[in-house]
């Protein structure tokens, strides 16, 4: 295949490729935003969508590169999907698939978030479908026609909960999980978030402000354990504490005790995120200092539009880990460098046989080397690693990169056409020193805890860890574009995403229709059973096609289907 290398800007991997988009739904209005932002000629057609795709239909019309045959990639965008329940919007599959009681857990029973959550989801995953059969085409790879949905989204971002909920419980298992969450208001009045990933910084915060022994140390576990519990149950005597200064104090006594502290803003606050950056993933491509490199070709009959490539990930918590594990159900061989002895994450209960059901959720099927990446022996095995990768992904906080002789220079040394993927937080949204990047701080500061509540409640986030679900999301989907982007010019490419950029793409999918779709009257069939136990769900025969039921725990399955494209959709036939 004769492969044009020069003209093509990296953050436009897409750039003479043109899509028809079919349909008018939150996931596909999402993904036509976002190939456009590729660089991608997007054409919308008056046209139902074809069967099969109810929530929408993108079929590539045209490449930039001379192709064998008539089949061209596509992707097709259901409510259901796989799963055996009959959906037919937003609402509904927040309610079947479990979104609504996970939601719903601090506060005491099953609510619907009031943004698109699962539409955006399923939307970027519908732009890594179509970037990926792109790029199989390049590698010498077949035609691949895509299927995805919101259900299969909202399962995805689930999957730590349901694993969760199918493990063996055992020793050291948090135990049932009271409501509550959160969320603290000051004598003036700012309601505000904190964070801490630290024993002894929560023990000096809430000391200094005043709160008694025995409630701080009741306080911690459930504050720990909420991103696994969505659910946070606080003595109340912390709240008190909270309330009885200022919060130009609190801020001052948790800069002391190295605690983040940040307020929960409106919606509609002045300057709550800066503009778009030009690429949203910003995608900045590398000097060339040699020949141009290709990727691996790929096998006429592989289904698995990345099999044949190596990503090497060094990640922790959830944005990084599942951004790897996308990569990999896409069909990358994922390498995890973990420090001596294994991530702690992997003795989390509940288990599911050795290890931490939630860890096994994002981390299964990765290939692990050890190495303390602070000692030079470490930094030589991942630079051996490194050498024969293609992607390198990343979830470091600003700067320890360079502190460990392992940023994009570093890398670049040892693998110059090499992706190099960062998974971050805050991007350049707030100055250094930073503040922890944790889903519920981003929420709070960026107006996402504004939108997900119901009418006439103050804004809360939602224990629902909806920004590092949708941040790894990103950045799997910012590898990809890279991927492309480095297959058409032979150089390295760089891919930066935040979990800020997870709250604006919520913000953008929700502010057209005011407070999302999922809570328009009407929204759905009406007869959806609203799930209130994650394991029956996941016992339930509807979803056994969806969901992988073997072993200790259950998890989710691979949030798309490949199979080989046909001749192109006549579209007058489609109903």
Not at 104 to 127: E, F, H, I, N, Q
Not at 281 to 305: I, M, N
């Amino acid at each position: 295949m004769d492969v044009v290398r020069s003209g093509v800007a990296a953050d436009r991997p897409l750039a003479g490729t043109a899509v028809r988009a079919l349909g008018d739904s939150p996931a596909l209005r999402v993904a036509v935003r976002r190939l456009r932002a590729l660089g991608c000629a997007v054409e919308t057609g008056s046209e139902s969508p074809p069967d099969g795709a109810p929530a929408g239909w993108l079929g590539v019309t045209r490449l930039p590169f001379t192709v064998t045959g008539d089949a061209l990639p596509e992707c097709r965008i259901g409510w259901s999907g796989p799963v055996a329940v009959p959906m037919a919007g937003e609402h509904d599959v927040q309610a079947a698939c479990g979104i609504m009681q996970v939601h719903g857990r601090a506060t005491g029973g099953p609510r619907p978030l009031r943004v698109d959550y699962v539409s955006v989801c399923a939307g970027v995953l519908a732009v890594q479908a179509v970037s990926a059969g792109v790029l199989a085409l390049l590698r010498g790879g077949p035609a691949l026609a895509a299927a995805t949905s919101a259900a299969q989204a909202a399962l995805l971002a689930l999957t730590q909960y349901v694993a969760a909920a199918t493990a063996e419980p055992g020793p050291g298992s948090p135990g049932p999980a009271g409501y509550g969450a959160p969320l603290f208001r000051s004598a003036d009045g700012v309601r505000f978030e904190i964070e801490t990933l630290d024993a002894e910084d929560w023990r000096r915060f809430w000391t200094e402000l005043g709160a008694g022994p025995a409630a701080v140390a009741t306080g911690w576990p459930p504050f720990q354990q909420r991103f696994a519990t969505a659910t946070c149950p606080l003595p109340t005597a912390l709240g008190t504490a909270a309330a009885a200064l200022d919060y130009r104090t609190v801020r001052v006594v948790a800069e002391r005790s190295g605690v983040s502290v940040l307020p929960v803003r409106a919606a509609d606050a002045p300057g709550l995120l800066p503009p778009v950056p030009a690429s949203p993933w910003r995608l900045r491509g590398q000097v060339v200092t040699g020949p141009a490199s290709a990727l691996p070709s790929l096998g006429p009959h592989d289904r698995a539009p990345l099999a044949g490539l190596r990503v090497v990930e060094a990640t922790s918590r959830v944005q990084g880990p599942l951004s790897g594990h996308l990569l990999g159900l896409l069909g990358a061989e994922v390498v995890r460098l973990e420090p001596p002895g294994g991530d702690p994450m992997r003795g989390v209960p509940p288990m599911a046989g050795e290890c931490s059901a939630r860890f096994q959720a994002l981390n299964r099927g990765k290939r692990v080397v050890e190495a303390d990446l602070k000692s030079a022996p470490g930094r030589r095995a991942a630079l051996r690693l490194v050498a024969a990768a293609d992607v390198f992904l990343h979830n470091w906080p600003p700067g320890r990169a360079a502190r460990l002789g392992l940023d994009h220079e570093a890398l670049a040394a040892v693998r110059p056409c090499l992706v190099h993927a960062h998974a971050g937080g805050w991007a350049d949204l707030l100055p250094e020193p930073q503040p922890l990047a944790t889903d519920y701080l981003v929420q709070a500061y960026c107006g996402v805890a504004a939108l997900v509540g119901g009418p006439g409640e103050p804004p809360a986030p939602t224990l629902l860890t909806l920004t590092d679900v949708l941040g790894g999301l990103i950045n799997a989907e910012g590898v990809v574009a890279a991927l492309l982007a480095r297959s058409r010019t032979g150089a390295g490419v760089r891919a930066e995403t935040a979990l800020v950029d997870a709250a604006r793409l919520i913000r953008d999918a929700t502010a057209p229709h005011g407070r999302g779709d999922a809570t328009c009257t009407g929204a759905g069939v009406g007869a959806v059973t609203v799930v209130t136990d994650l394991a029956e769900m996941a016992a339930d025969p509807a979803f056994s096609t969806a969901l992988d039921t073997g072993g200790e725990a259950v998890y989710s399955r691979a949030p798309w289907t490949f199979v080989p494209a046909t001749a192109p959709l006549r579209l007058e036939n489609t109903r």
